[in-house]
Structures are given as C-alpha cells and as structure tokens.
C-alpha cells in the first residue's frame, strides 16, 4: 500500500532519525518542528519520505490532496483502563452530591465496584465492550495505546483482562502495549492485605510471564492502597519477570511513589497531582518519565499537576487519558491537550510534544511513533480546515480532525 499527502498546509512534528529517540524536556518541550507546504509519503505502512511541496515524488499511488489541512502524528495514549465491564456514573451522581473518591471507595464503589462488575463478564463480552472504545480512541486520533489489568484482582480475571488487551492489540488496527496492574486495590475479603500482595507476586505475575500477556507492571501507590515498600516489592518481582515498571503515583497525595519510580528505574510515573519540590528534584536526571493525567483531576475535581513548575525545572511530561470507568471516563486526546493549556498552562507546542514525543517515550515506543520521521508507523492525523495547530486545543469542543490514517491505511471515522 502507498499513499500521497500533498499539498500539506502544514507537517507537524518532523523529526530526524537522530533525534528522534530522546524525549523533550524543558524550554525545548515548547518547540515543535514543522515544514509548510508540503508532502508526505507512506510506503508499506511506513513513512517513507516527506518534505517541501517541491520535492514530491511523482507515483502511482493513492493520493490525498491535504489543502488547508495540517498533518501531525497520531496521539499516543500511554496511560489507559480500556477494558472495563460497565460505565459507573452512578458514582458520578454521588460525587455531585459531595461524596469524595475515597468515601465512594469505603461503601463499595470505586475499582472494587469495577472488580466486581468485570468479574461477572465473560472474556468475549469485556472483548466486545473494549472494540466500541478501540473505535472511539481511533477516531480521536490515537492509535498507540497501553492498556491495563486491574479491575479483575483475581488470579483469573486479572488474566482475562489482559488477553482481552492482547486480542486487540492483534485483531484491530492500534498499537498496544500491556500492563500487569494486580495490585490496584486490595480486595475486602483480605483482611491480611499481605496475603493479596503475596497472590499477586507468587501467582499471578507468575502466571502473567508464562502466557505473556504483559509489557509492563504497575502499582497504586496511594494513601489507603499500597505503601511504598509494598509498591517496591511488587515493582521488583515483576522486573525479575522481564516487565518494566509504570507507577499510579501522588494522585491523592504525595505518597512516596515517585520516589519508587526512580529508584527502581520505572519507565514513568503517573498522574502527580500532589508534587512537592522534593519529587520534582527525585525525577531530574532519572529515566523516568512523570506522565500527566488531567482528565482525572478534571473529573474529579481535584488539583492538577503542576506542569508549569515541572517544566520550568528542566523536566520532561507526557500526557494521557487515563481512560477508566469511575475517574477518567473519556479516551479524548484532544480534550487532554486543551485541559493541559487551560488547567495546567501548557503551551500547545507543550501538549503536543508531551502527546506525541513524550508519551511515545512513557510506552517504549519512540521507535515506532511520535513523530513524523522516516521508518515510523505511518500512522497521522490529517486535520480538517484549521488556521494552526494551537486551534486544536483552543476550540475543545470542536472536531478538528478530517482524517486518521494508521500504518497506511485510512480509518473509517
């Protein structure tokens, strides 16, 4: 398959090879290289070449005329719940009412509502559910995306969770990456919350390895979840297993888990909307990558990340959905970047280098997407008839996208 993408008002994010495998920290998260008037050529799934309008190919091959359109590359969405059995905006009520998240959580709501729910779903109907979201997803332009267990918090339906994951990684068009999340909660029929904490480790890791249904292992690490010892504990029996760590950390409060992340080198640390200095200097020269959640905190109606302050410190961030049934029920991309210049006074070139580059980075997969450079997925956005691409954050409501192509192929939206 070949495709043409002339006339391109403007490519977003084109990126050498060279460069193109190191996140974006700092005053550069600001700067977004772009050409005008150009073209874009994908070749078996792959971007093959692109440039100055003046140097298009002449091919035989598929053509789309992108005039007054902008060409960026799809979204990467590293940090999701996609797999979930039912919606709980009955919860969503509650919050209305003044109930907080954890007061939801002490009569039964929260993930071990979720738990409870998906434990009562077979694995083809969780696979069904999770298709219309894959649709949705697409359609706002991602088309790389982690997925977490968590909501089974059973040996089996922890495992049935990620097989779902890993049939869409191969029977839909995304991008997937897996993550072992056992220990999200602690479920109320273990009054000895070490006996949970030894199923996860000793069966199920054990059990996740062998079918190899995981990329990465996740933990809480949250007041009234797992302590920071636990959490460490978990992180380390899942890399002796091969999995890499990716840490829920200071959502609520500042818990101790960016700390972990660092120490036991996890790929990124996630959420941080409580953050004190002493965690923004822990992250500095470390290999993690703090990753931005904002829906959550908009959900939820808590305080966001202090972006501004992370930045500023010479720190990279990524952005994600946290895409879940109880805390961030939207899998939008867009609507992340325009909570991110809001909320979190994010520059659009900001969002974008954190929803492109940087959360490539926070799944491994910088190789693959992020940017528009030659051997990448070709996988990008073609937006509709826009004046830039700050407009896309700007009008938060609005579709701006026309078109999404992943690997070549154009998306049916």
């Known amino acids: 398959m070949e495709l043409l993408i002339l006339n391109i008002k403007e490519l977003v994010q084109t990126r050498e090879k060279a460069s193109a495998y190191n996140w974006v920290a700092g005053d550069r998260m600001g700067e977004v ?32 005329d992108a005039t007054n359109k902008l060409v960026l590359p799809t979204f990467v969405d590293s940090h999701t719940h996609l797999v979930f059995a039912a919606s709980r905006e009955e919860e969503f009520v509650d919050k209305i009412k003044g109930m907080s ?41 991602t088309a790389c995306v982690e997925i977490k267990s968590g909501y ?11 097989r779902v994951a890993k049939r869409i990684a191969k029977e839909t068009p995304l991008t997937v990456k897996t993550t072992f999340l056992g220990a999200h909660a602690i479920p109320k029929e273990y009054t000895n919350r070490k006996d949970y904490i030894d199923l996860v480790i000793n069966e199920m890791l054990p059990k996740v390895a062998e079918e190899k249904l995981a990329d990465y292992i996740d933990v809480f690490c949250e007041k009234g979840f797992f302590t920071p010892e636990e959490t460490e504990r978990v992180i380390l029996a899942g890399e002796s297993f091969g999995l890499k760590g990716k840490i829920h950390a200071n959502q609520l409060n500042i818990s101790g888990g960016v700390q972990v992340g660092v120490k036991t080198n996890s790929l990124s640390v996630d959420h941080l909307e409580s953050m004190g200095q002493e965690e923004i200097d822990s992250l500095l020269g470390s290999n993690t990558m703090p990753t931005l959640l904002p ?19 010479g720190l990279p961030v990524a952005l994600a959905t946290d895409y879940n049934p109880g805390s961030a029920p939207s899998g939008s991309m867009p609507f992340m970047l325009s909570l991110a210049c809001v909320n979190m006074r994010m520059t659009p070139q900001e969002a974008i280098n954190a929803a492109t580059m940087n959360s490539a980075y926070a799944m491994d997969s910088l190789n693959t997407h992020g940017s528009i450079t030659k051997g990448k997925a070709g996988s990008v956005i073609i937006t ?23 690997d070549g192929e154009v998306m049916n939206l």
Not at 295 to 313: D, E, H, K, N, V
Not at 389 to 405: C, K, L, R, T, W
């Open 295 to 313: 829906g959550a905190a908009f959900f939820l109606r808590t305080s966001y990340p202090p972006a501004r302050q992370m930045i500023a410190a």
């Open 152 to 162: 089974g918090l059973t040996v089996e339906d922890e495992l049935k969770m990620l």
């Open 101 to 141: 998240y954890a007061d939801i959580a002490k009569k039964g709501g929260g993930i071990l509502n979720s738990a409870k729910k998906l434990q009562q779903t077979s694995e083809e109907n969780l696979y069904q559910f999770a298709l219309k979201r894959v649709d949705e997803i697409i359609g706002f332009g």
């Open 33 to 64: 290289p772009s050409i005008k008037n150009a073209f874009l050529y994908l070749k078996s799934g792959l971007i093959e070449s692109y440039g100055l309008m003046a140097e298009a190919p002449t091919i035989d091959c598929k053509v789309i």
């Open 384 to 406: 509709k008839d826009i004046p830039s691409v700050d407009y896309i954050p700007y009008a938060f409501n609005s579709n701006s996208i026309d078109s999404v192509i992943i």
